[in-house]
């Protein structure tokens, strides 16, 4: 791609390093006024269409649209403020708008597994083989013998098991037998689900699936919804140059990224992943430094910084109460609600596509980090020696609720063959009958930790002669263990966009009767390494070796000494 990029370099000039088709570089004088424009485009016209999508259709919609420029110079307010030589200003901006088709496929359940026959899979293969009748493995242990349903009628590979029904027997290792949902006119057991043994809720939740299309490459459903991204960020640079001894430089960047990134399938159905949903990614950033020249020998340099991340993001439906609101007609019983963990519980499959919510949303995570540094540099003889410190504080929050509206998961265990597990039954079927291998919902409070850190250094690049260079230092760290403004238990969620006022569970707040539990959060363990790294170049040639060694932390507190030594070869001098 080629693109423009302009770095501030600190008081003297405004460094410009074009990367672009041809390469090249420019400097900006300080006291000339500079700027550029740029525009890059991309749309479904100029773009090949995705292997997945329909032939016969247009191709689906991509829009592109990244925008931006550049201004900087020195300040100038005719009659009234002249910074030529002095003040200093740089500003960028970048736009990014994306509306891109998404292709998604999947198996969904054709109309005859919707209605409860299992005789043919979705791509239209036989799923009740009468041709392959099943054999297990006996009392004994030993010998193979026909596996036969209570009944006595000899059991196929795919059949299907109403196992409310499973019976006892004598003649298998299970000592189980089965009892299919029913036989034919010739007295054969067939993939039928009477309507009288499905699930009604099961029914209702079924019908949110779209409907089937062809059968490619596994999947019979196929759907291009369009990403919306969209993306704001500029910086902004001030520097100001007070005497020949003394310079600051003020910096602000800015950047927001909204984005709404579709499910699979879209409305209250969503069938998304933890990736899909409604995002919201912020950034802030400042920096200061002030830069005193005590004499040309002796500079200091004082610096603060400031950084916040602030990234979120909800499943598509959560404000909406899908489970209970009689607008949906959906009626699931048990599932929580409050605004921003709406929609359904997310069910799983062996054999279709994902229905519902996706687990671990809504998510929010946020971090503050303060640095204050402190810099020494002083030129002695053939020595540079560089002293320095820095003080950094983290603030890290995460709200992210494993399963809050709860999940479901079905396989084919129980449709299967009792007498011969492994031989038949769907996922799907054992959804109709309402049967599923198990499910949870847990909650987790959000905690908010804290972490100091203290550094301290000491370097010196001593030039030993013209053509050998040996830098040495030494690098303290000293981290204490982090400490949480709580120590996490259950909670309600009634104030999702704010983790920090998530209040406790009411008395009579209730749960699925599946599986409530709670994980109360502890801070991350740290654990002792010896960490070695080692580089080497070849122009200038430089041997460089770097150590560092972390003793026990048993408390999460960490103390870091690094120790550097760095052997340049110095390139002889032309004559």
């Not at 609600?337 to 499959?349: A, E, K, V």
């Amino acid at each position: 791609m080629c693109e423009t990029l302009l770095v501030p370099d600190p008081l003297q000039k405004l460094r410009s390093k074009r990367l672009d088709c041809s390469w090249g570089g420019a400097f900006i004088k300080k006291n000339q006024l500079h700027g550029s424009l740029w525009e890059f485009l991309r749309n479904e016209k100029l773009d090949s269409r995705n292997y997945f999508d329909d032939r016969s259709a247009p191709t689906p919609p991509y829009k592109r649209n990244q925008f931006g420029g550049t201004i900087g110079g020195p300040v100038v307010i005719p009659g009234v403020y002249n910074g030529k030589d002095r003040t200093f200003f740089f500003f960028d901006y970048e736009g990014l708008r994306v509306r891109q088709a998404q292709t998604q496929t999947a198996l969904v359940p054709d109309s005859h597994w919707l209605q409860g026959d299992f005789t043919s899979n979705p791509d239209g293969s036989t799923l009740l083989d009468y041709g392959t009748p099943v054999s297990t493995l006996a009392l004994d242990g030993m010998s193979m013998v026909p596996a036969l349903d209570c009944n006595g009628v000899q059991t196929y590979a795919g059949e299907m098991f109403d196992t409310r029904q499973t019976g006892t027997s004598t003649l298998y290792a299970t000592k189980l037998c089965g009892v299919p949902f029913g036989y034919n006119g010739s007295g054969q057991p067939v993939n039928v689900i009477p309507l009288t043994k499905q699930d009604p809720l099961a029914l209702r939740l079924a019908a949110l699936y779209p409907a089937a299309g062809a059968n490619k490459n596994g999947n019979n459903f196929l759907a291009n919804p369009v990403l919306a991204e969209s993306r704001t960020n500029f910086d902004t640079r001030v520097d100001e140059r007070f005497s020949d001894a003394d310079s600051v430089f003020f910096r602000f960047s800015y950047e927001d990224q909204p984005s709404t990134i579709p499910g699979t399938f879209g409305g209250i159905a969503d069938g998304g992943g933890f990736f899909s949903g409604v995002e919201e990614n912020s950034y802030r950033s400042f920096a200061t430094s002030w830069t005193r020249i005590f004499k040309p020998t002796l500079i200091n340099e004082f610096r603060l910084g400031y950084n916040r991340i602030n990234s979120q993001r909800a499943q598509l439906n959560a404000n909406k109460d899908i489970s209970s609101d009689p607008t949906f007609n959906i009626n699931f019983p048990g599932v929580p609600f409050s605004p921003g963990i709406g929609g359904l519980p997310q069910l799983t499959f062996n054999d279709v596509a994902t229905l519902g919510s996706p687990t671990f949303l809504p998510s929010k995570e946020l971090q503050n980090s303060y640095t204050l540094s402190e810099n020494l540099t002083w030129v002695q003889g053939r020595n540079i020696f560089k002293y320095g410190t820095e003080v950094r504080r983290e603030e890290f929050t995460i709200y992210q609720p494993a399963s809050p509206r709860g999940n479901l998961d079905f396989s084919a265990g129980f449709t299967d063959n009792p007498a011969a597990p492994g031989s038949g039954g769907t996922g799907f079927a054992s959804f109709l009958v309402g049967l599923t291998d198990g499910g949870s919902i847990n909650n987790l409070h959000n905690i908010d930790y804290f972490r100091q850190t203290y550094a301290f250094y000491g370097q010196d690049d001593w030039r030993v002669t013209s053509k050998l260079t040996l830098m040495y230092g030494l690098r303290w760290e000293v981290s204490p263990a982090p400490s949480a403004s709580d120590q996490g238990d259950a909670f309600a969620v009634n104030q999702v966009g704010d983790p920090a006022r998530l209040a406790r569970p009411q008395a009579d707040q209730s749960c699925v009767a599946l599986s409530c539990r709670t994980k109360p959060a502890r801070p991350c363990s740290e654990t002792d390494g010896i960490s070695r790294r080692s580089a080497q170049t070849r122009s200038p040639k430089r041997l460089r070796g770097q150590f560092g060694h972390r003793p026990s932390l048993r408390a999460a507190a960490r103390s870091t000494k690094t120790w550097l030594l760095s052997v340049k070869l110095n390139k002889a001098a032309s004559s």
